[in-house]
């Protein structure tokens, strides 16, 4: 049986670029370039529920060559009041291929970004991992809305980064 992430406390989790550990929550690099939720121009902070899904969503785009020589800062927060999430499930999403992994359609950016104009929080199925789930958090909504529980390091496990045979 699958545990319903809004059951207890949400914490919500993050891996950056170390230089870019301090503006974690500003939705900055979303807003440069889009993503699968967010045309370009649109601040939005990707987040998991979890490390794992924060740490392959991270390497899906960059590998894990560069998450094992590139500084990174895990970040992970908690959001103060649940009820603030608006959850997306699977049958929500008006185009069942927007879950796949892939190039986003620019009717699945205006979906999503139509959603944070009207929530801080939006929960929504992860297409790296099908059983996981991200938090979209709109950084101007969601403000005062959470709170930084930790920053560290984070250290790959070279097992994932192999030397050649």
Same mark, same amino acid.
């Given at each position: 049986m699958l545990t319903d992430p809004l059951s207890t406390d949400v914490h919500f989790w993050r891996l950056d670029q170390a230089r870019h550990a301090a503006t974690w929550n500003s939705g900055i690099g979303a807003e440069?370039?889009?993503?699968r939720w967010n045309p370009k121009g649109v601040q939005v902070?990707?987040?998991?529920?979890?490390? $794992? #899904?924060?740490?392959?969503?991270? $390497?899906?785009?960059?590998?894990? $060559? $560069?998450?094992?020589? !590139? @500084?990174?800062?895990? #970040?992970?927060?908690?959001?103060l009041d649940p009820s603030r999430i608006h959850r997306v499930r699977p049958q929500d999403i008006p185009n069942p291929n927007w879950l796949i992994p892939g190039t986003p359609s620019r009717s699945q950016q205006a979906f999503g970004a139509s959603l944070l104009t009207q929530h801080p929080f !939006?929960?929504? @199925?992860s297409s790296?991992?099908?059983?996981?789930?991200?938090?979209? !958090?709109? @950084?101007?909504?969601?403000?005062?809305?959470y709170?930084?529980?930790?920053?560290?390091?984070f250290g790959l496990d070279g097992r994932l980064n192999p030397p050649d045979s």
């Amino acid at each position: 049986m699958l545990t319903d992430p809004l059951s207890t406390d949400v914490h919500f989790w993050r891996l950056d670029q170390a230089r870019h550990a301090a503006t974690w929550n500003s939705g900055i690099g979303a807003e440069g370039s889009g993503g699968r939720w967010n045309p370009k121009g649109v601040q939005v902070v990707y987040t998991s529920l979890d490390a $794992a #899904t924060a740490i392959l969503e991270v $390497a899906v785009h960059k590998g894990f $060559a $560069a998450l094992d020589c !590139v @500084p990174h800062t895990l #970040t992970a927060a908690r959001v103060l009041d649940p009820s603030r999430i608006h959850r997306v499930r699977p049958q929500d999403i008006p185009n069942p291929n927007w879950l796949i992994p892939g190039t986003p359609s620019r009717s699945q950016q205006a979906f999503g970004a139509s959603l944070l104009t009207q929530h801080p929080f !939006v929960l929504i @199925p992860s297409s790296v991992s099908r059983h996981s789930w991200n938090l979209l !958090v709109n @950084p101007t909504l969601a403000h005062g809305l959470y709170e930084l529980v930790i920053q560290e390091r984070f250290g790959l496990d070279g097992r994932l980064n192999p030397p050649d045979s």
